[in-house]
């Protein structure tokens, strides 16, 4: 196996953002929220959204696994949709009555660069912090989009903790987005 470089910045907001105005989102979109998502539909977002950035750990998970997570109170997803088609997700845990993370957040690559990632970043902090919570987290590194630690800065999540370690690159034999039925 190959090894790459992965540095990952872990970032926080500690209060909420100002109050001033809701979250709107562009023309043609809407935000739903995927209650219990079968594990093909969510395979479907994850991979639409994370394969070009070496998004592998719910694809390496057992499905009874992942489907129990995803069927868990504390797993929330929501999918931005854009004129009826499926444009990206955010999926928080919210089993920290203290704290909110977002585990996953992005936009499928046919919707990057349409100005939909920062509309869609804030609606998601307005939704966390709808909860009476102290922080809302998050990690990115530099294998995610190229933008996305500027995205997220843009938006007020503030840096307090990076390490970069050597991660393997999957032999692409051994692909496991080979393993999906599409």
């Known amino acids: 196996m190959n090894e790459i470089a992965a540095t990952t910045w872990w970032m926080q907001m500690t209060t909420p953002p100002d109050k001033g105005g809701k979250a709107d989102l562009p023309p043609g979109c809407v935000v739903m929220k995927a209650v219990k998502p079968t594990r093909a539909y969510y395979l479907y977002l994850y991979t639409s959204v994370g394969r070009p950035y070496q998004w592998y750990n719910r694809l390496m998970m057992p499905a009874t696994e992942l489907q129990l ?6 797993n929330d997803i929501h999918v931005l949709y854009f004129n009826g ?27 990057t660069g349409r100005k939909l990632g920062l509309p869609f970043l804030k609606w998601c902090i307005q939704t966390a912090w709808q909860k009476p919570i102290s922080r809302l987290w998050l990690h990115t590194c530099n294998l995610d989009h190229p933008a996305a630690l500027s995205l997220y800065q843009k938006a007020g999540f503030e840096i307090y903790d990076q390490d970069t370690i050597m991660q393997q690159t999957p032999d692409p034999e051994d692909d496991p987005y080979l393993l999906l039925p599409w």
């Open 85 to 111: 088609v499926p444009a990206g997700f955010v999926e928080f845990d919210i089993a920290n009555n203290e704290e909110t993370e977002i585990v996953y957040f992005g936009l499928s690559c046919e919707f």
């Open 69 to 74: 997570l995803l069927n868990n109170d504390n």
